[in-house]
């Protein structure tokens, strides 16, 4: 009770400074202020909720959350837990970083039952609303405090944990991965769908092909699975769309599964296995539940589908038809970095000359600023395989160069494998280096700790 006098004290007290009445600072403020008098000078001095506190500090020109350390006792009025109160309360003592608050409202909940649901609830509100790293602390308290290992609110926490983990650095991405993947199968059918997608393409990055098949494989079943039940809904209750809440539409973790299937095959170098694999997502327009937007992932995967046969036959050494692949990706330029990609590779592979290729379209190739984690897997891979083939035409400070740009990109990101590689073709070819270049693989190795 103390501080619910107090932050009343204190909210009088710069009222009179300003020289405004109760009543005109209630007219400023409007209907989100409330009525003032009955929170401040009631005889039961009714409950100042967030909205109120916040409208009333910016009405006396204070900094947001200024009042916040008195207010946590407003969220504990009778004795009882104002689950609502307490919830904008953390939310928005989230939203302003203000965590030793939020630890302190914690240890004060930690004996109140019910109180990761609480948390739960605060958690979702935060990452719903794009406040993604702000709300990893919350539900990691309902990871510590759930009771049940079969609970999908647990679940859910790892799930969203493991999404906010995702980045740049390549052993972060990895035990995000193994903390996680045990939860996936107590998610609701929605969200394995979700992770499973997620789950497939970071270990991609992670170059964990077996892995990758398998959650490929679970995607493909269990989509399937999703999908015969909502066309049984459909025959028998005339829905017309999809019930199960995914982020994608469904058609598009059905033909996901094989395409993660296929890219694997291509990545070892099975390619017969990965033409066949294209043809489960080749034409989807069988699939029922397709609206406009499913119906443009049909088309996407189609066009998906043909770019991709196109690399299995130029990696195949079917390098007539190359130039028949260059005017798809006039037409298609999406297509440009993954087919950019492979025909450097067969450059490589077949002692091609695609100079005239790389002049057309290098310049139309993301930049690092736009890349997600799977996109940096593939920036890293065609910047390496551009070094290599600009060695096999003896353009020695070229690929010095583009080796040195690649060891960059791959030491922050702890990829080792790939900074091995890196050191290996510098090594090489060093008796072609400058000083300069010299001078600048030392220090990347010196600041990487290799």
């Keep these: 009770m103390d501080n619910r006098i107090t932050l009343r004290g204190e909210l009088e007290k710069a009222i009179a400074e300003t ?38 500090t910016e009405l006396l020109g204070l900094p947001e959350g200024y009042y916040y350390e008195y207010y946590l006792a407003e969220c504990f009025y009778q004795n009882r837990v104002a689950k609502p109160r307490m919830e904008s309360f953390l939310f928005r003592c989230a939203e302003l970083g203000k965590t030793e608050l939020i630890k302190k409202a914690i240890n004060l909940l930690a004996d109140q039952s019910k109180y990761t649901e609480l948390l739960f609830s605060v958690a979702e509100n935060l990452y719903l609303s794009g406040n993604i ?37 390549a052993d972060e991405n990895f035990k995000a991965v193994i903390r996680f993947g045990g939860f996936r199968k107590k998610l609701s059918e929605g969200f394995q769908l979700d992770a499973l997608l ?12 077996s892995t990758v098949q398998q959650f490929a494989e679970e995607l493909r079943v269990l989509s399937d699975i999703v999908y015969q039940q909502e066309v049984r809904k459909l025959e ?33 170098g099975r390619y017969e296995e990965a033409k066949a694999c294209i043809e489960g997502y080749e034409d989807l327009s069988w699939f029922e539940l397709l609206d406009d937007l499913g119906r443009q992932e049909v088309d996407n995967f189609s066009q ?14 079917n390098t007539d038809i190359l130039d028949e692949f260059i005017n798809f990706l006039a ?25 005239h290729i790389l002049e057309r379209f290098v310049d139309t190739y993301p930049s690092t600023s736009q890349q997600n984690i799977v996109y940096a897997h593939r920036h890293f891979r065609f910047y390496y395989q551009k070094a290599i083939y600009a060695f096999y035409r003896q353009r020695f400070a070229e690929g010095l160069d583009t080796i040195l740009f690649c ?25 072609y280096a400058s000083d300069s270049q010299k001078v ?11």
């Design 331 to 355: 037409n298609h330029p999406n297509h440009i970095p993954d087919a950019l990609l492979v025909i450097i590779e067969a450059a490589n592979a077949y002692n091609l000359n695609i100079d």
């Design 198 to 209: 997620h789950l497939a393409n970071i270990c991609y990055t992670l170059q964990l092909w």
């Design 407 to 431: 060891l960059s990109l791959s030491i922050p990101a702890h990829k080792y494998r790939e900074s091995i590689l890196c050191v290996k073709q510098f090594n090489k070819f060093d008796e």
């Design 236 to 268: 028998s209750q005339r829905l017309s769309e999809s019930s199960v809440e995914t982020e994608r539409h469904l058609v598009v973790y059905y033909g996901q599964a094989y395409l993660l299937k296929s890219a694997v095959l291509f990545k070892q």
């Design 440 to 450: 600048k693989f030392k220090d990347i190795l010196l600041k990487g700790d290799i």
């Design 133 to 169: 790293k702000e709300s990893v602390p919350f539900y990691e308290e309902v990871i510590q405090g759930e009771k049940s290992n079969h609970s999908e609110r647990l679940a859910i926490s790892h799930y969203r944990v493991f999404r906010a983990s995702i980045g740049s650095d």
């Design 304 to 317: 998906f589908a043909k770019g991709n046969k196109y690399c299995v036959e130029l990696l195949l050494g």
């Design 19 to 56: 020289g405004c009445t109760l009543s005109q600072l209630e007219e400023k403020g409007g209907p989100q202020v409330g009525n003032l008098s009955a929170c401040l000078r009631g005889k039961s001095l009714r409950p100042i909720t967030m909205k109120q506190l916040d409208m009333l």
